[in-house]
C-alpha cells in the first residue's frame, strides 16, 4: 500500500508514519528526516536547504523530487511505503502521477495551528541520536539530557514560535491545496485529532485505510 500522510507541521505525522510503518510492514519516508541528514553531513543539497529552512520556507521542487524519486526506487519499498512530508505542492503532487506513483490512500491529520505552535515550541530533540521530547508532555528524566544516550537535548531551529508560525502560513498557502487535489481523486481521508491521544490517531487511521 502506498500512503501520504498530510497535515501541517508539528501535526504528528511522523509519529502516526512510524506506527503505521510497523503496522503494515513498509518504511516511512521522510523528506525532512533525509534532508536534515543531508543538513548534518553537509552536502550540497544540505546547504541549499540551510537557508530554506532557516526560514520557513520550502525546498525546491525539483530537489525534493530528485530525492524522493531515489528513495523510491530501493528494494524496501516494492511492497509500498508512506511518505511524510511529500508532497508540500500542487506542482510535487503532479510530478509524482508523472513517474508513476500510484497513491492508494492519503491521510490528512487536522490540528489548530495554536495547538501546534505550543507543541512545536515545547519540543527538543537530542542531537545525538534524534529521540524527541517535550518540556511539558515528554520530558526528560534529567533537564536537557536524553533518555535513551545521554546526548544534548536542543531546539531545532525551524521549531522555534517565529519560525513555526512562518513554516503554518507556507503551509495554508502551499501545501493544504492538496487536500481538493487528492479528494477529487478519492482518496482523501481527513482525521479531526486536536485533542486525541496518538493511540487514538492511529486507530483512526487504521480504519481509514481500511475503508
Known sequence: ?????????????????ELLSEHLSIPTISTGNIIREELKSGTEIGLIAK?????GGLLPDEIVIKIIEERISKEDCKNGFILDGF???????????????????VIDLEIKDETIIKRMSGRRVCEKCGASYHLKNNKPKEDGV???????LVQREDDHPDTVK?????????TEPLKDYYKAQGKLNI???????IEDTQQMALSALEA
Not at 537557508?51 to 526560514?55: K, L, R, V
Request: overall charge positive.
Open 1 to 17: 500500500m502506498k500512503i501520504i500522510l498530510l497535515g501541517a507541521p508539528g501535526a504528528g505525522k511522523g509519529t502516526q508514519a
Open 51 to 55: 537557508e530554506y529552512i532557516a526560514n
Open 87 to 105: 508532497p508540500r505542492t500542487i506542482p510535487q503532487a503532479e510530478a509524482l502521477d508523472k513517474i508513476g506513483i500510484i497513491i492508494d490512500k
Open 146 to 152: 536524553c533518555d535513551k544516550c545521554k546526548g544534548t
Open 166 to 174: 512562518n513554516r503554518l502560513k507556507v503551509y495554508h498557502e502551499q
Open 191 to 197: 482525521l479531526e485529532v486536536d485533542g486525541r491521544s
